[in-house]
Every structure is written in C-alpha cells, then in structure tokens.
C-alpha cells in the first residue's frame, strides 16, 4: 500500500508564509499527478493546485501569484509554498497522489491525512 505523510501546517498571520510537505512511501512503481486539496467545515474538499510527473502546474484561481507547488520526484515529494495567506486560506489541506504500485500495477488515488493551516487577521 501507499502512504502519504503532510506536514508544515500551523498558524500565520495574515500576509506569512507557510511550506507544506508530503512524502509518499510504501509499494510505489510511479507517482503520476500529485496535488494539494483543502476543506473546510461544512464544504466540499477544493482543489488548490496539481502538479504532473513532469512539472506541468495547476492552480485554482484564487491562489494563483500567491502559493506554488513542486516536487521531487526522486523524494516522492510534493511541496506547496503558500506566500501572501488570507484569512480566506484557513483549512484543512490534503495531500493526493496518482499511484501506480508494484502490487496492483493500476493507478490508484490515495490521500494524507490532512494538516491544518489557519491564518490569522
């Protein structure tokens, strides 16, 4: 199996910055798309940015200029540097991972646990 380990969250005021990481370990063959997830009570889990095996960036509209993502793929690493926050960006972020395994040998979608980043105002 596939696990996926976040850390970086906290609190920051409003205007700091924040870096998240989240290392994938277990029976992995390849990582295709990584990407970062947030949620907060009461809402849907949102997209906050992807990121292909190649470098090839997403982002949602609203943090665009303001957080970046990569990876190392020699780490299974993703990382999601968040400059500028909002009080707007307080949530729960998750880690996903595209994971073909050398078990299964099909892709399959797995998730970390979560961190918490609040921003304060």
């Known amino acids: 199996q596939v696990q996926l380990v976040e850390s970086g969250g906290g609190l920051v005021q409003a205007g700091g910055s924040l870096r998240l990481s989240c290392v994938a370990s277990?029976?992995?063959?390849?990582?295709?798309?990584m990407g970062w997830y947030r949620q907060t009570p009461g809402k849907q889990r949102e997209l906050v940015a992807t990121i292909t095996r190649g470098g090839t960036t997403n982002y949602v509209d609203s943090v665009k200029g303001r957080i970046i993502i990569s990876r190392d793929n020699t780490k299974n690493t993703v990382y999601l540097q968040m400059n500028s926050l909002k009080p707007e960006d307080t949530a729960v972020y998750y880690c996903?991972?595209?994971?073909?395994?050398?078990?299964?040998?099909?892709?399959?979608?797995?998730w970390g646990q979560g961190t918490q980043v609040t921003v304060s105002s």
């Open positions: 996903n991972a595209k994971v073909i395994t050398t078990t299964s040998w099909n892709q399959g979608d797995y």
């Open positions: 277990g029976s992995i063959f390849t990582i295709n798309d």
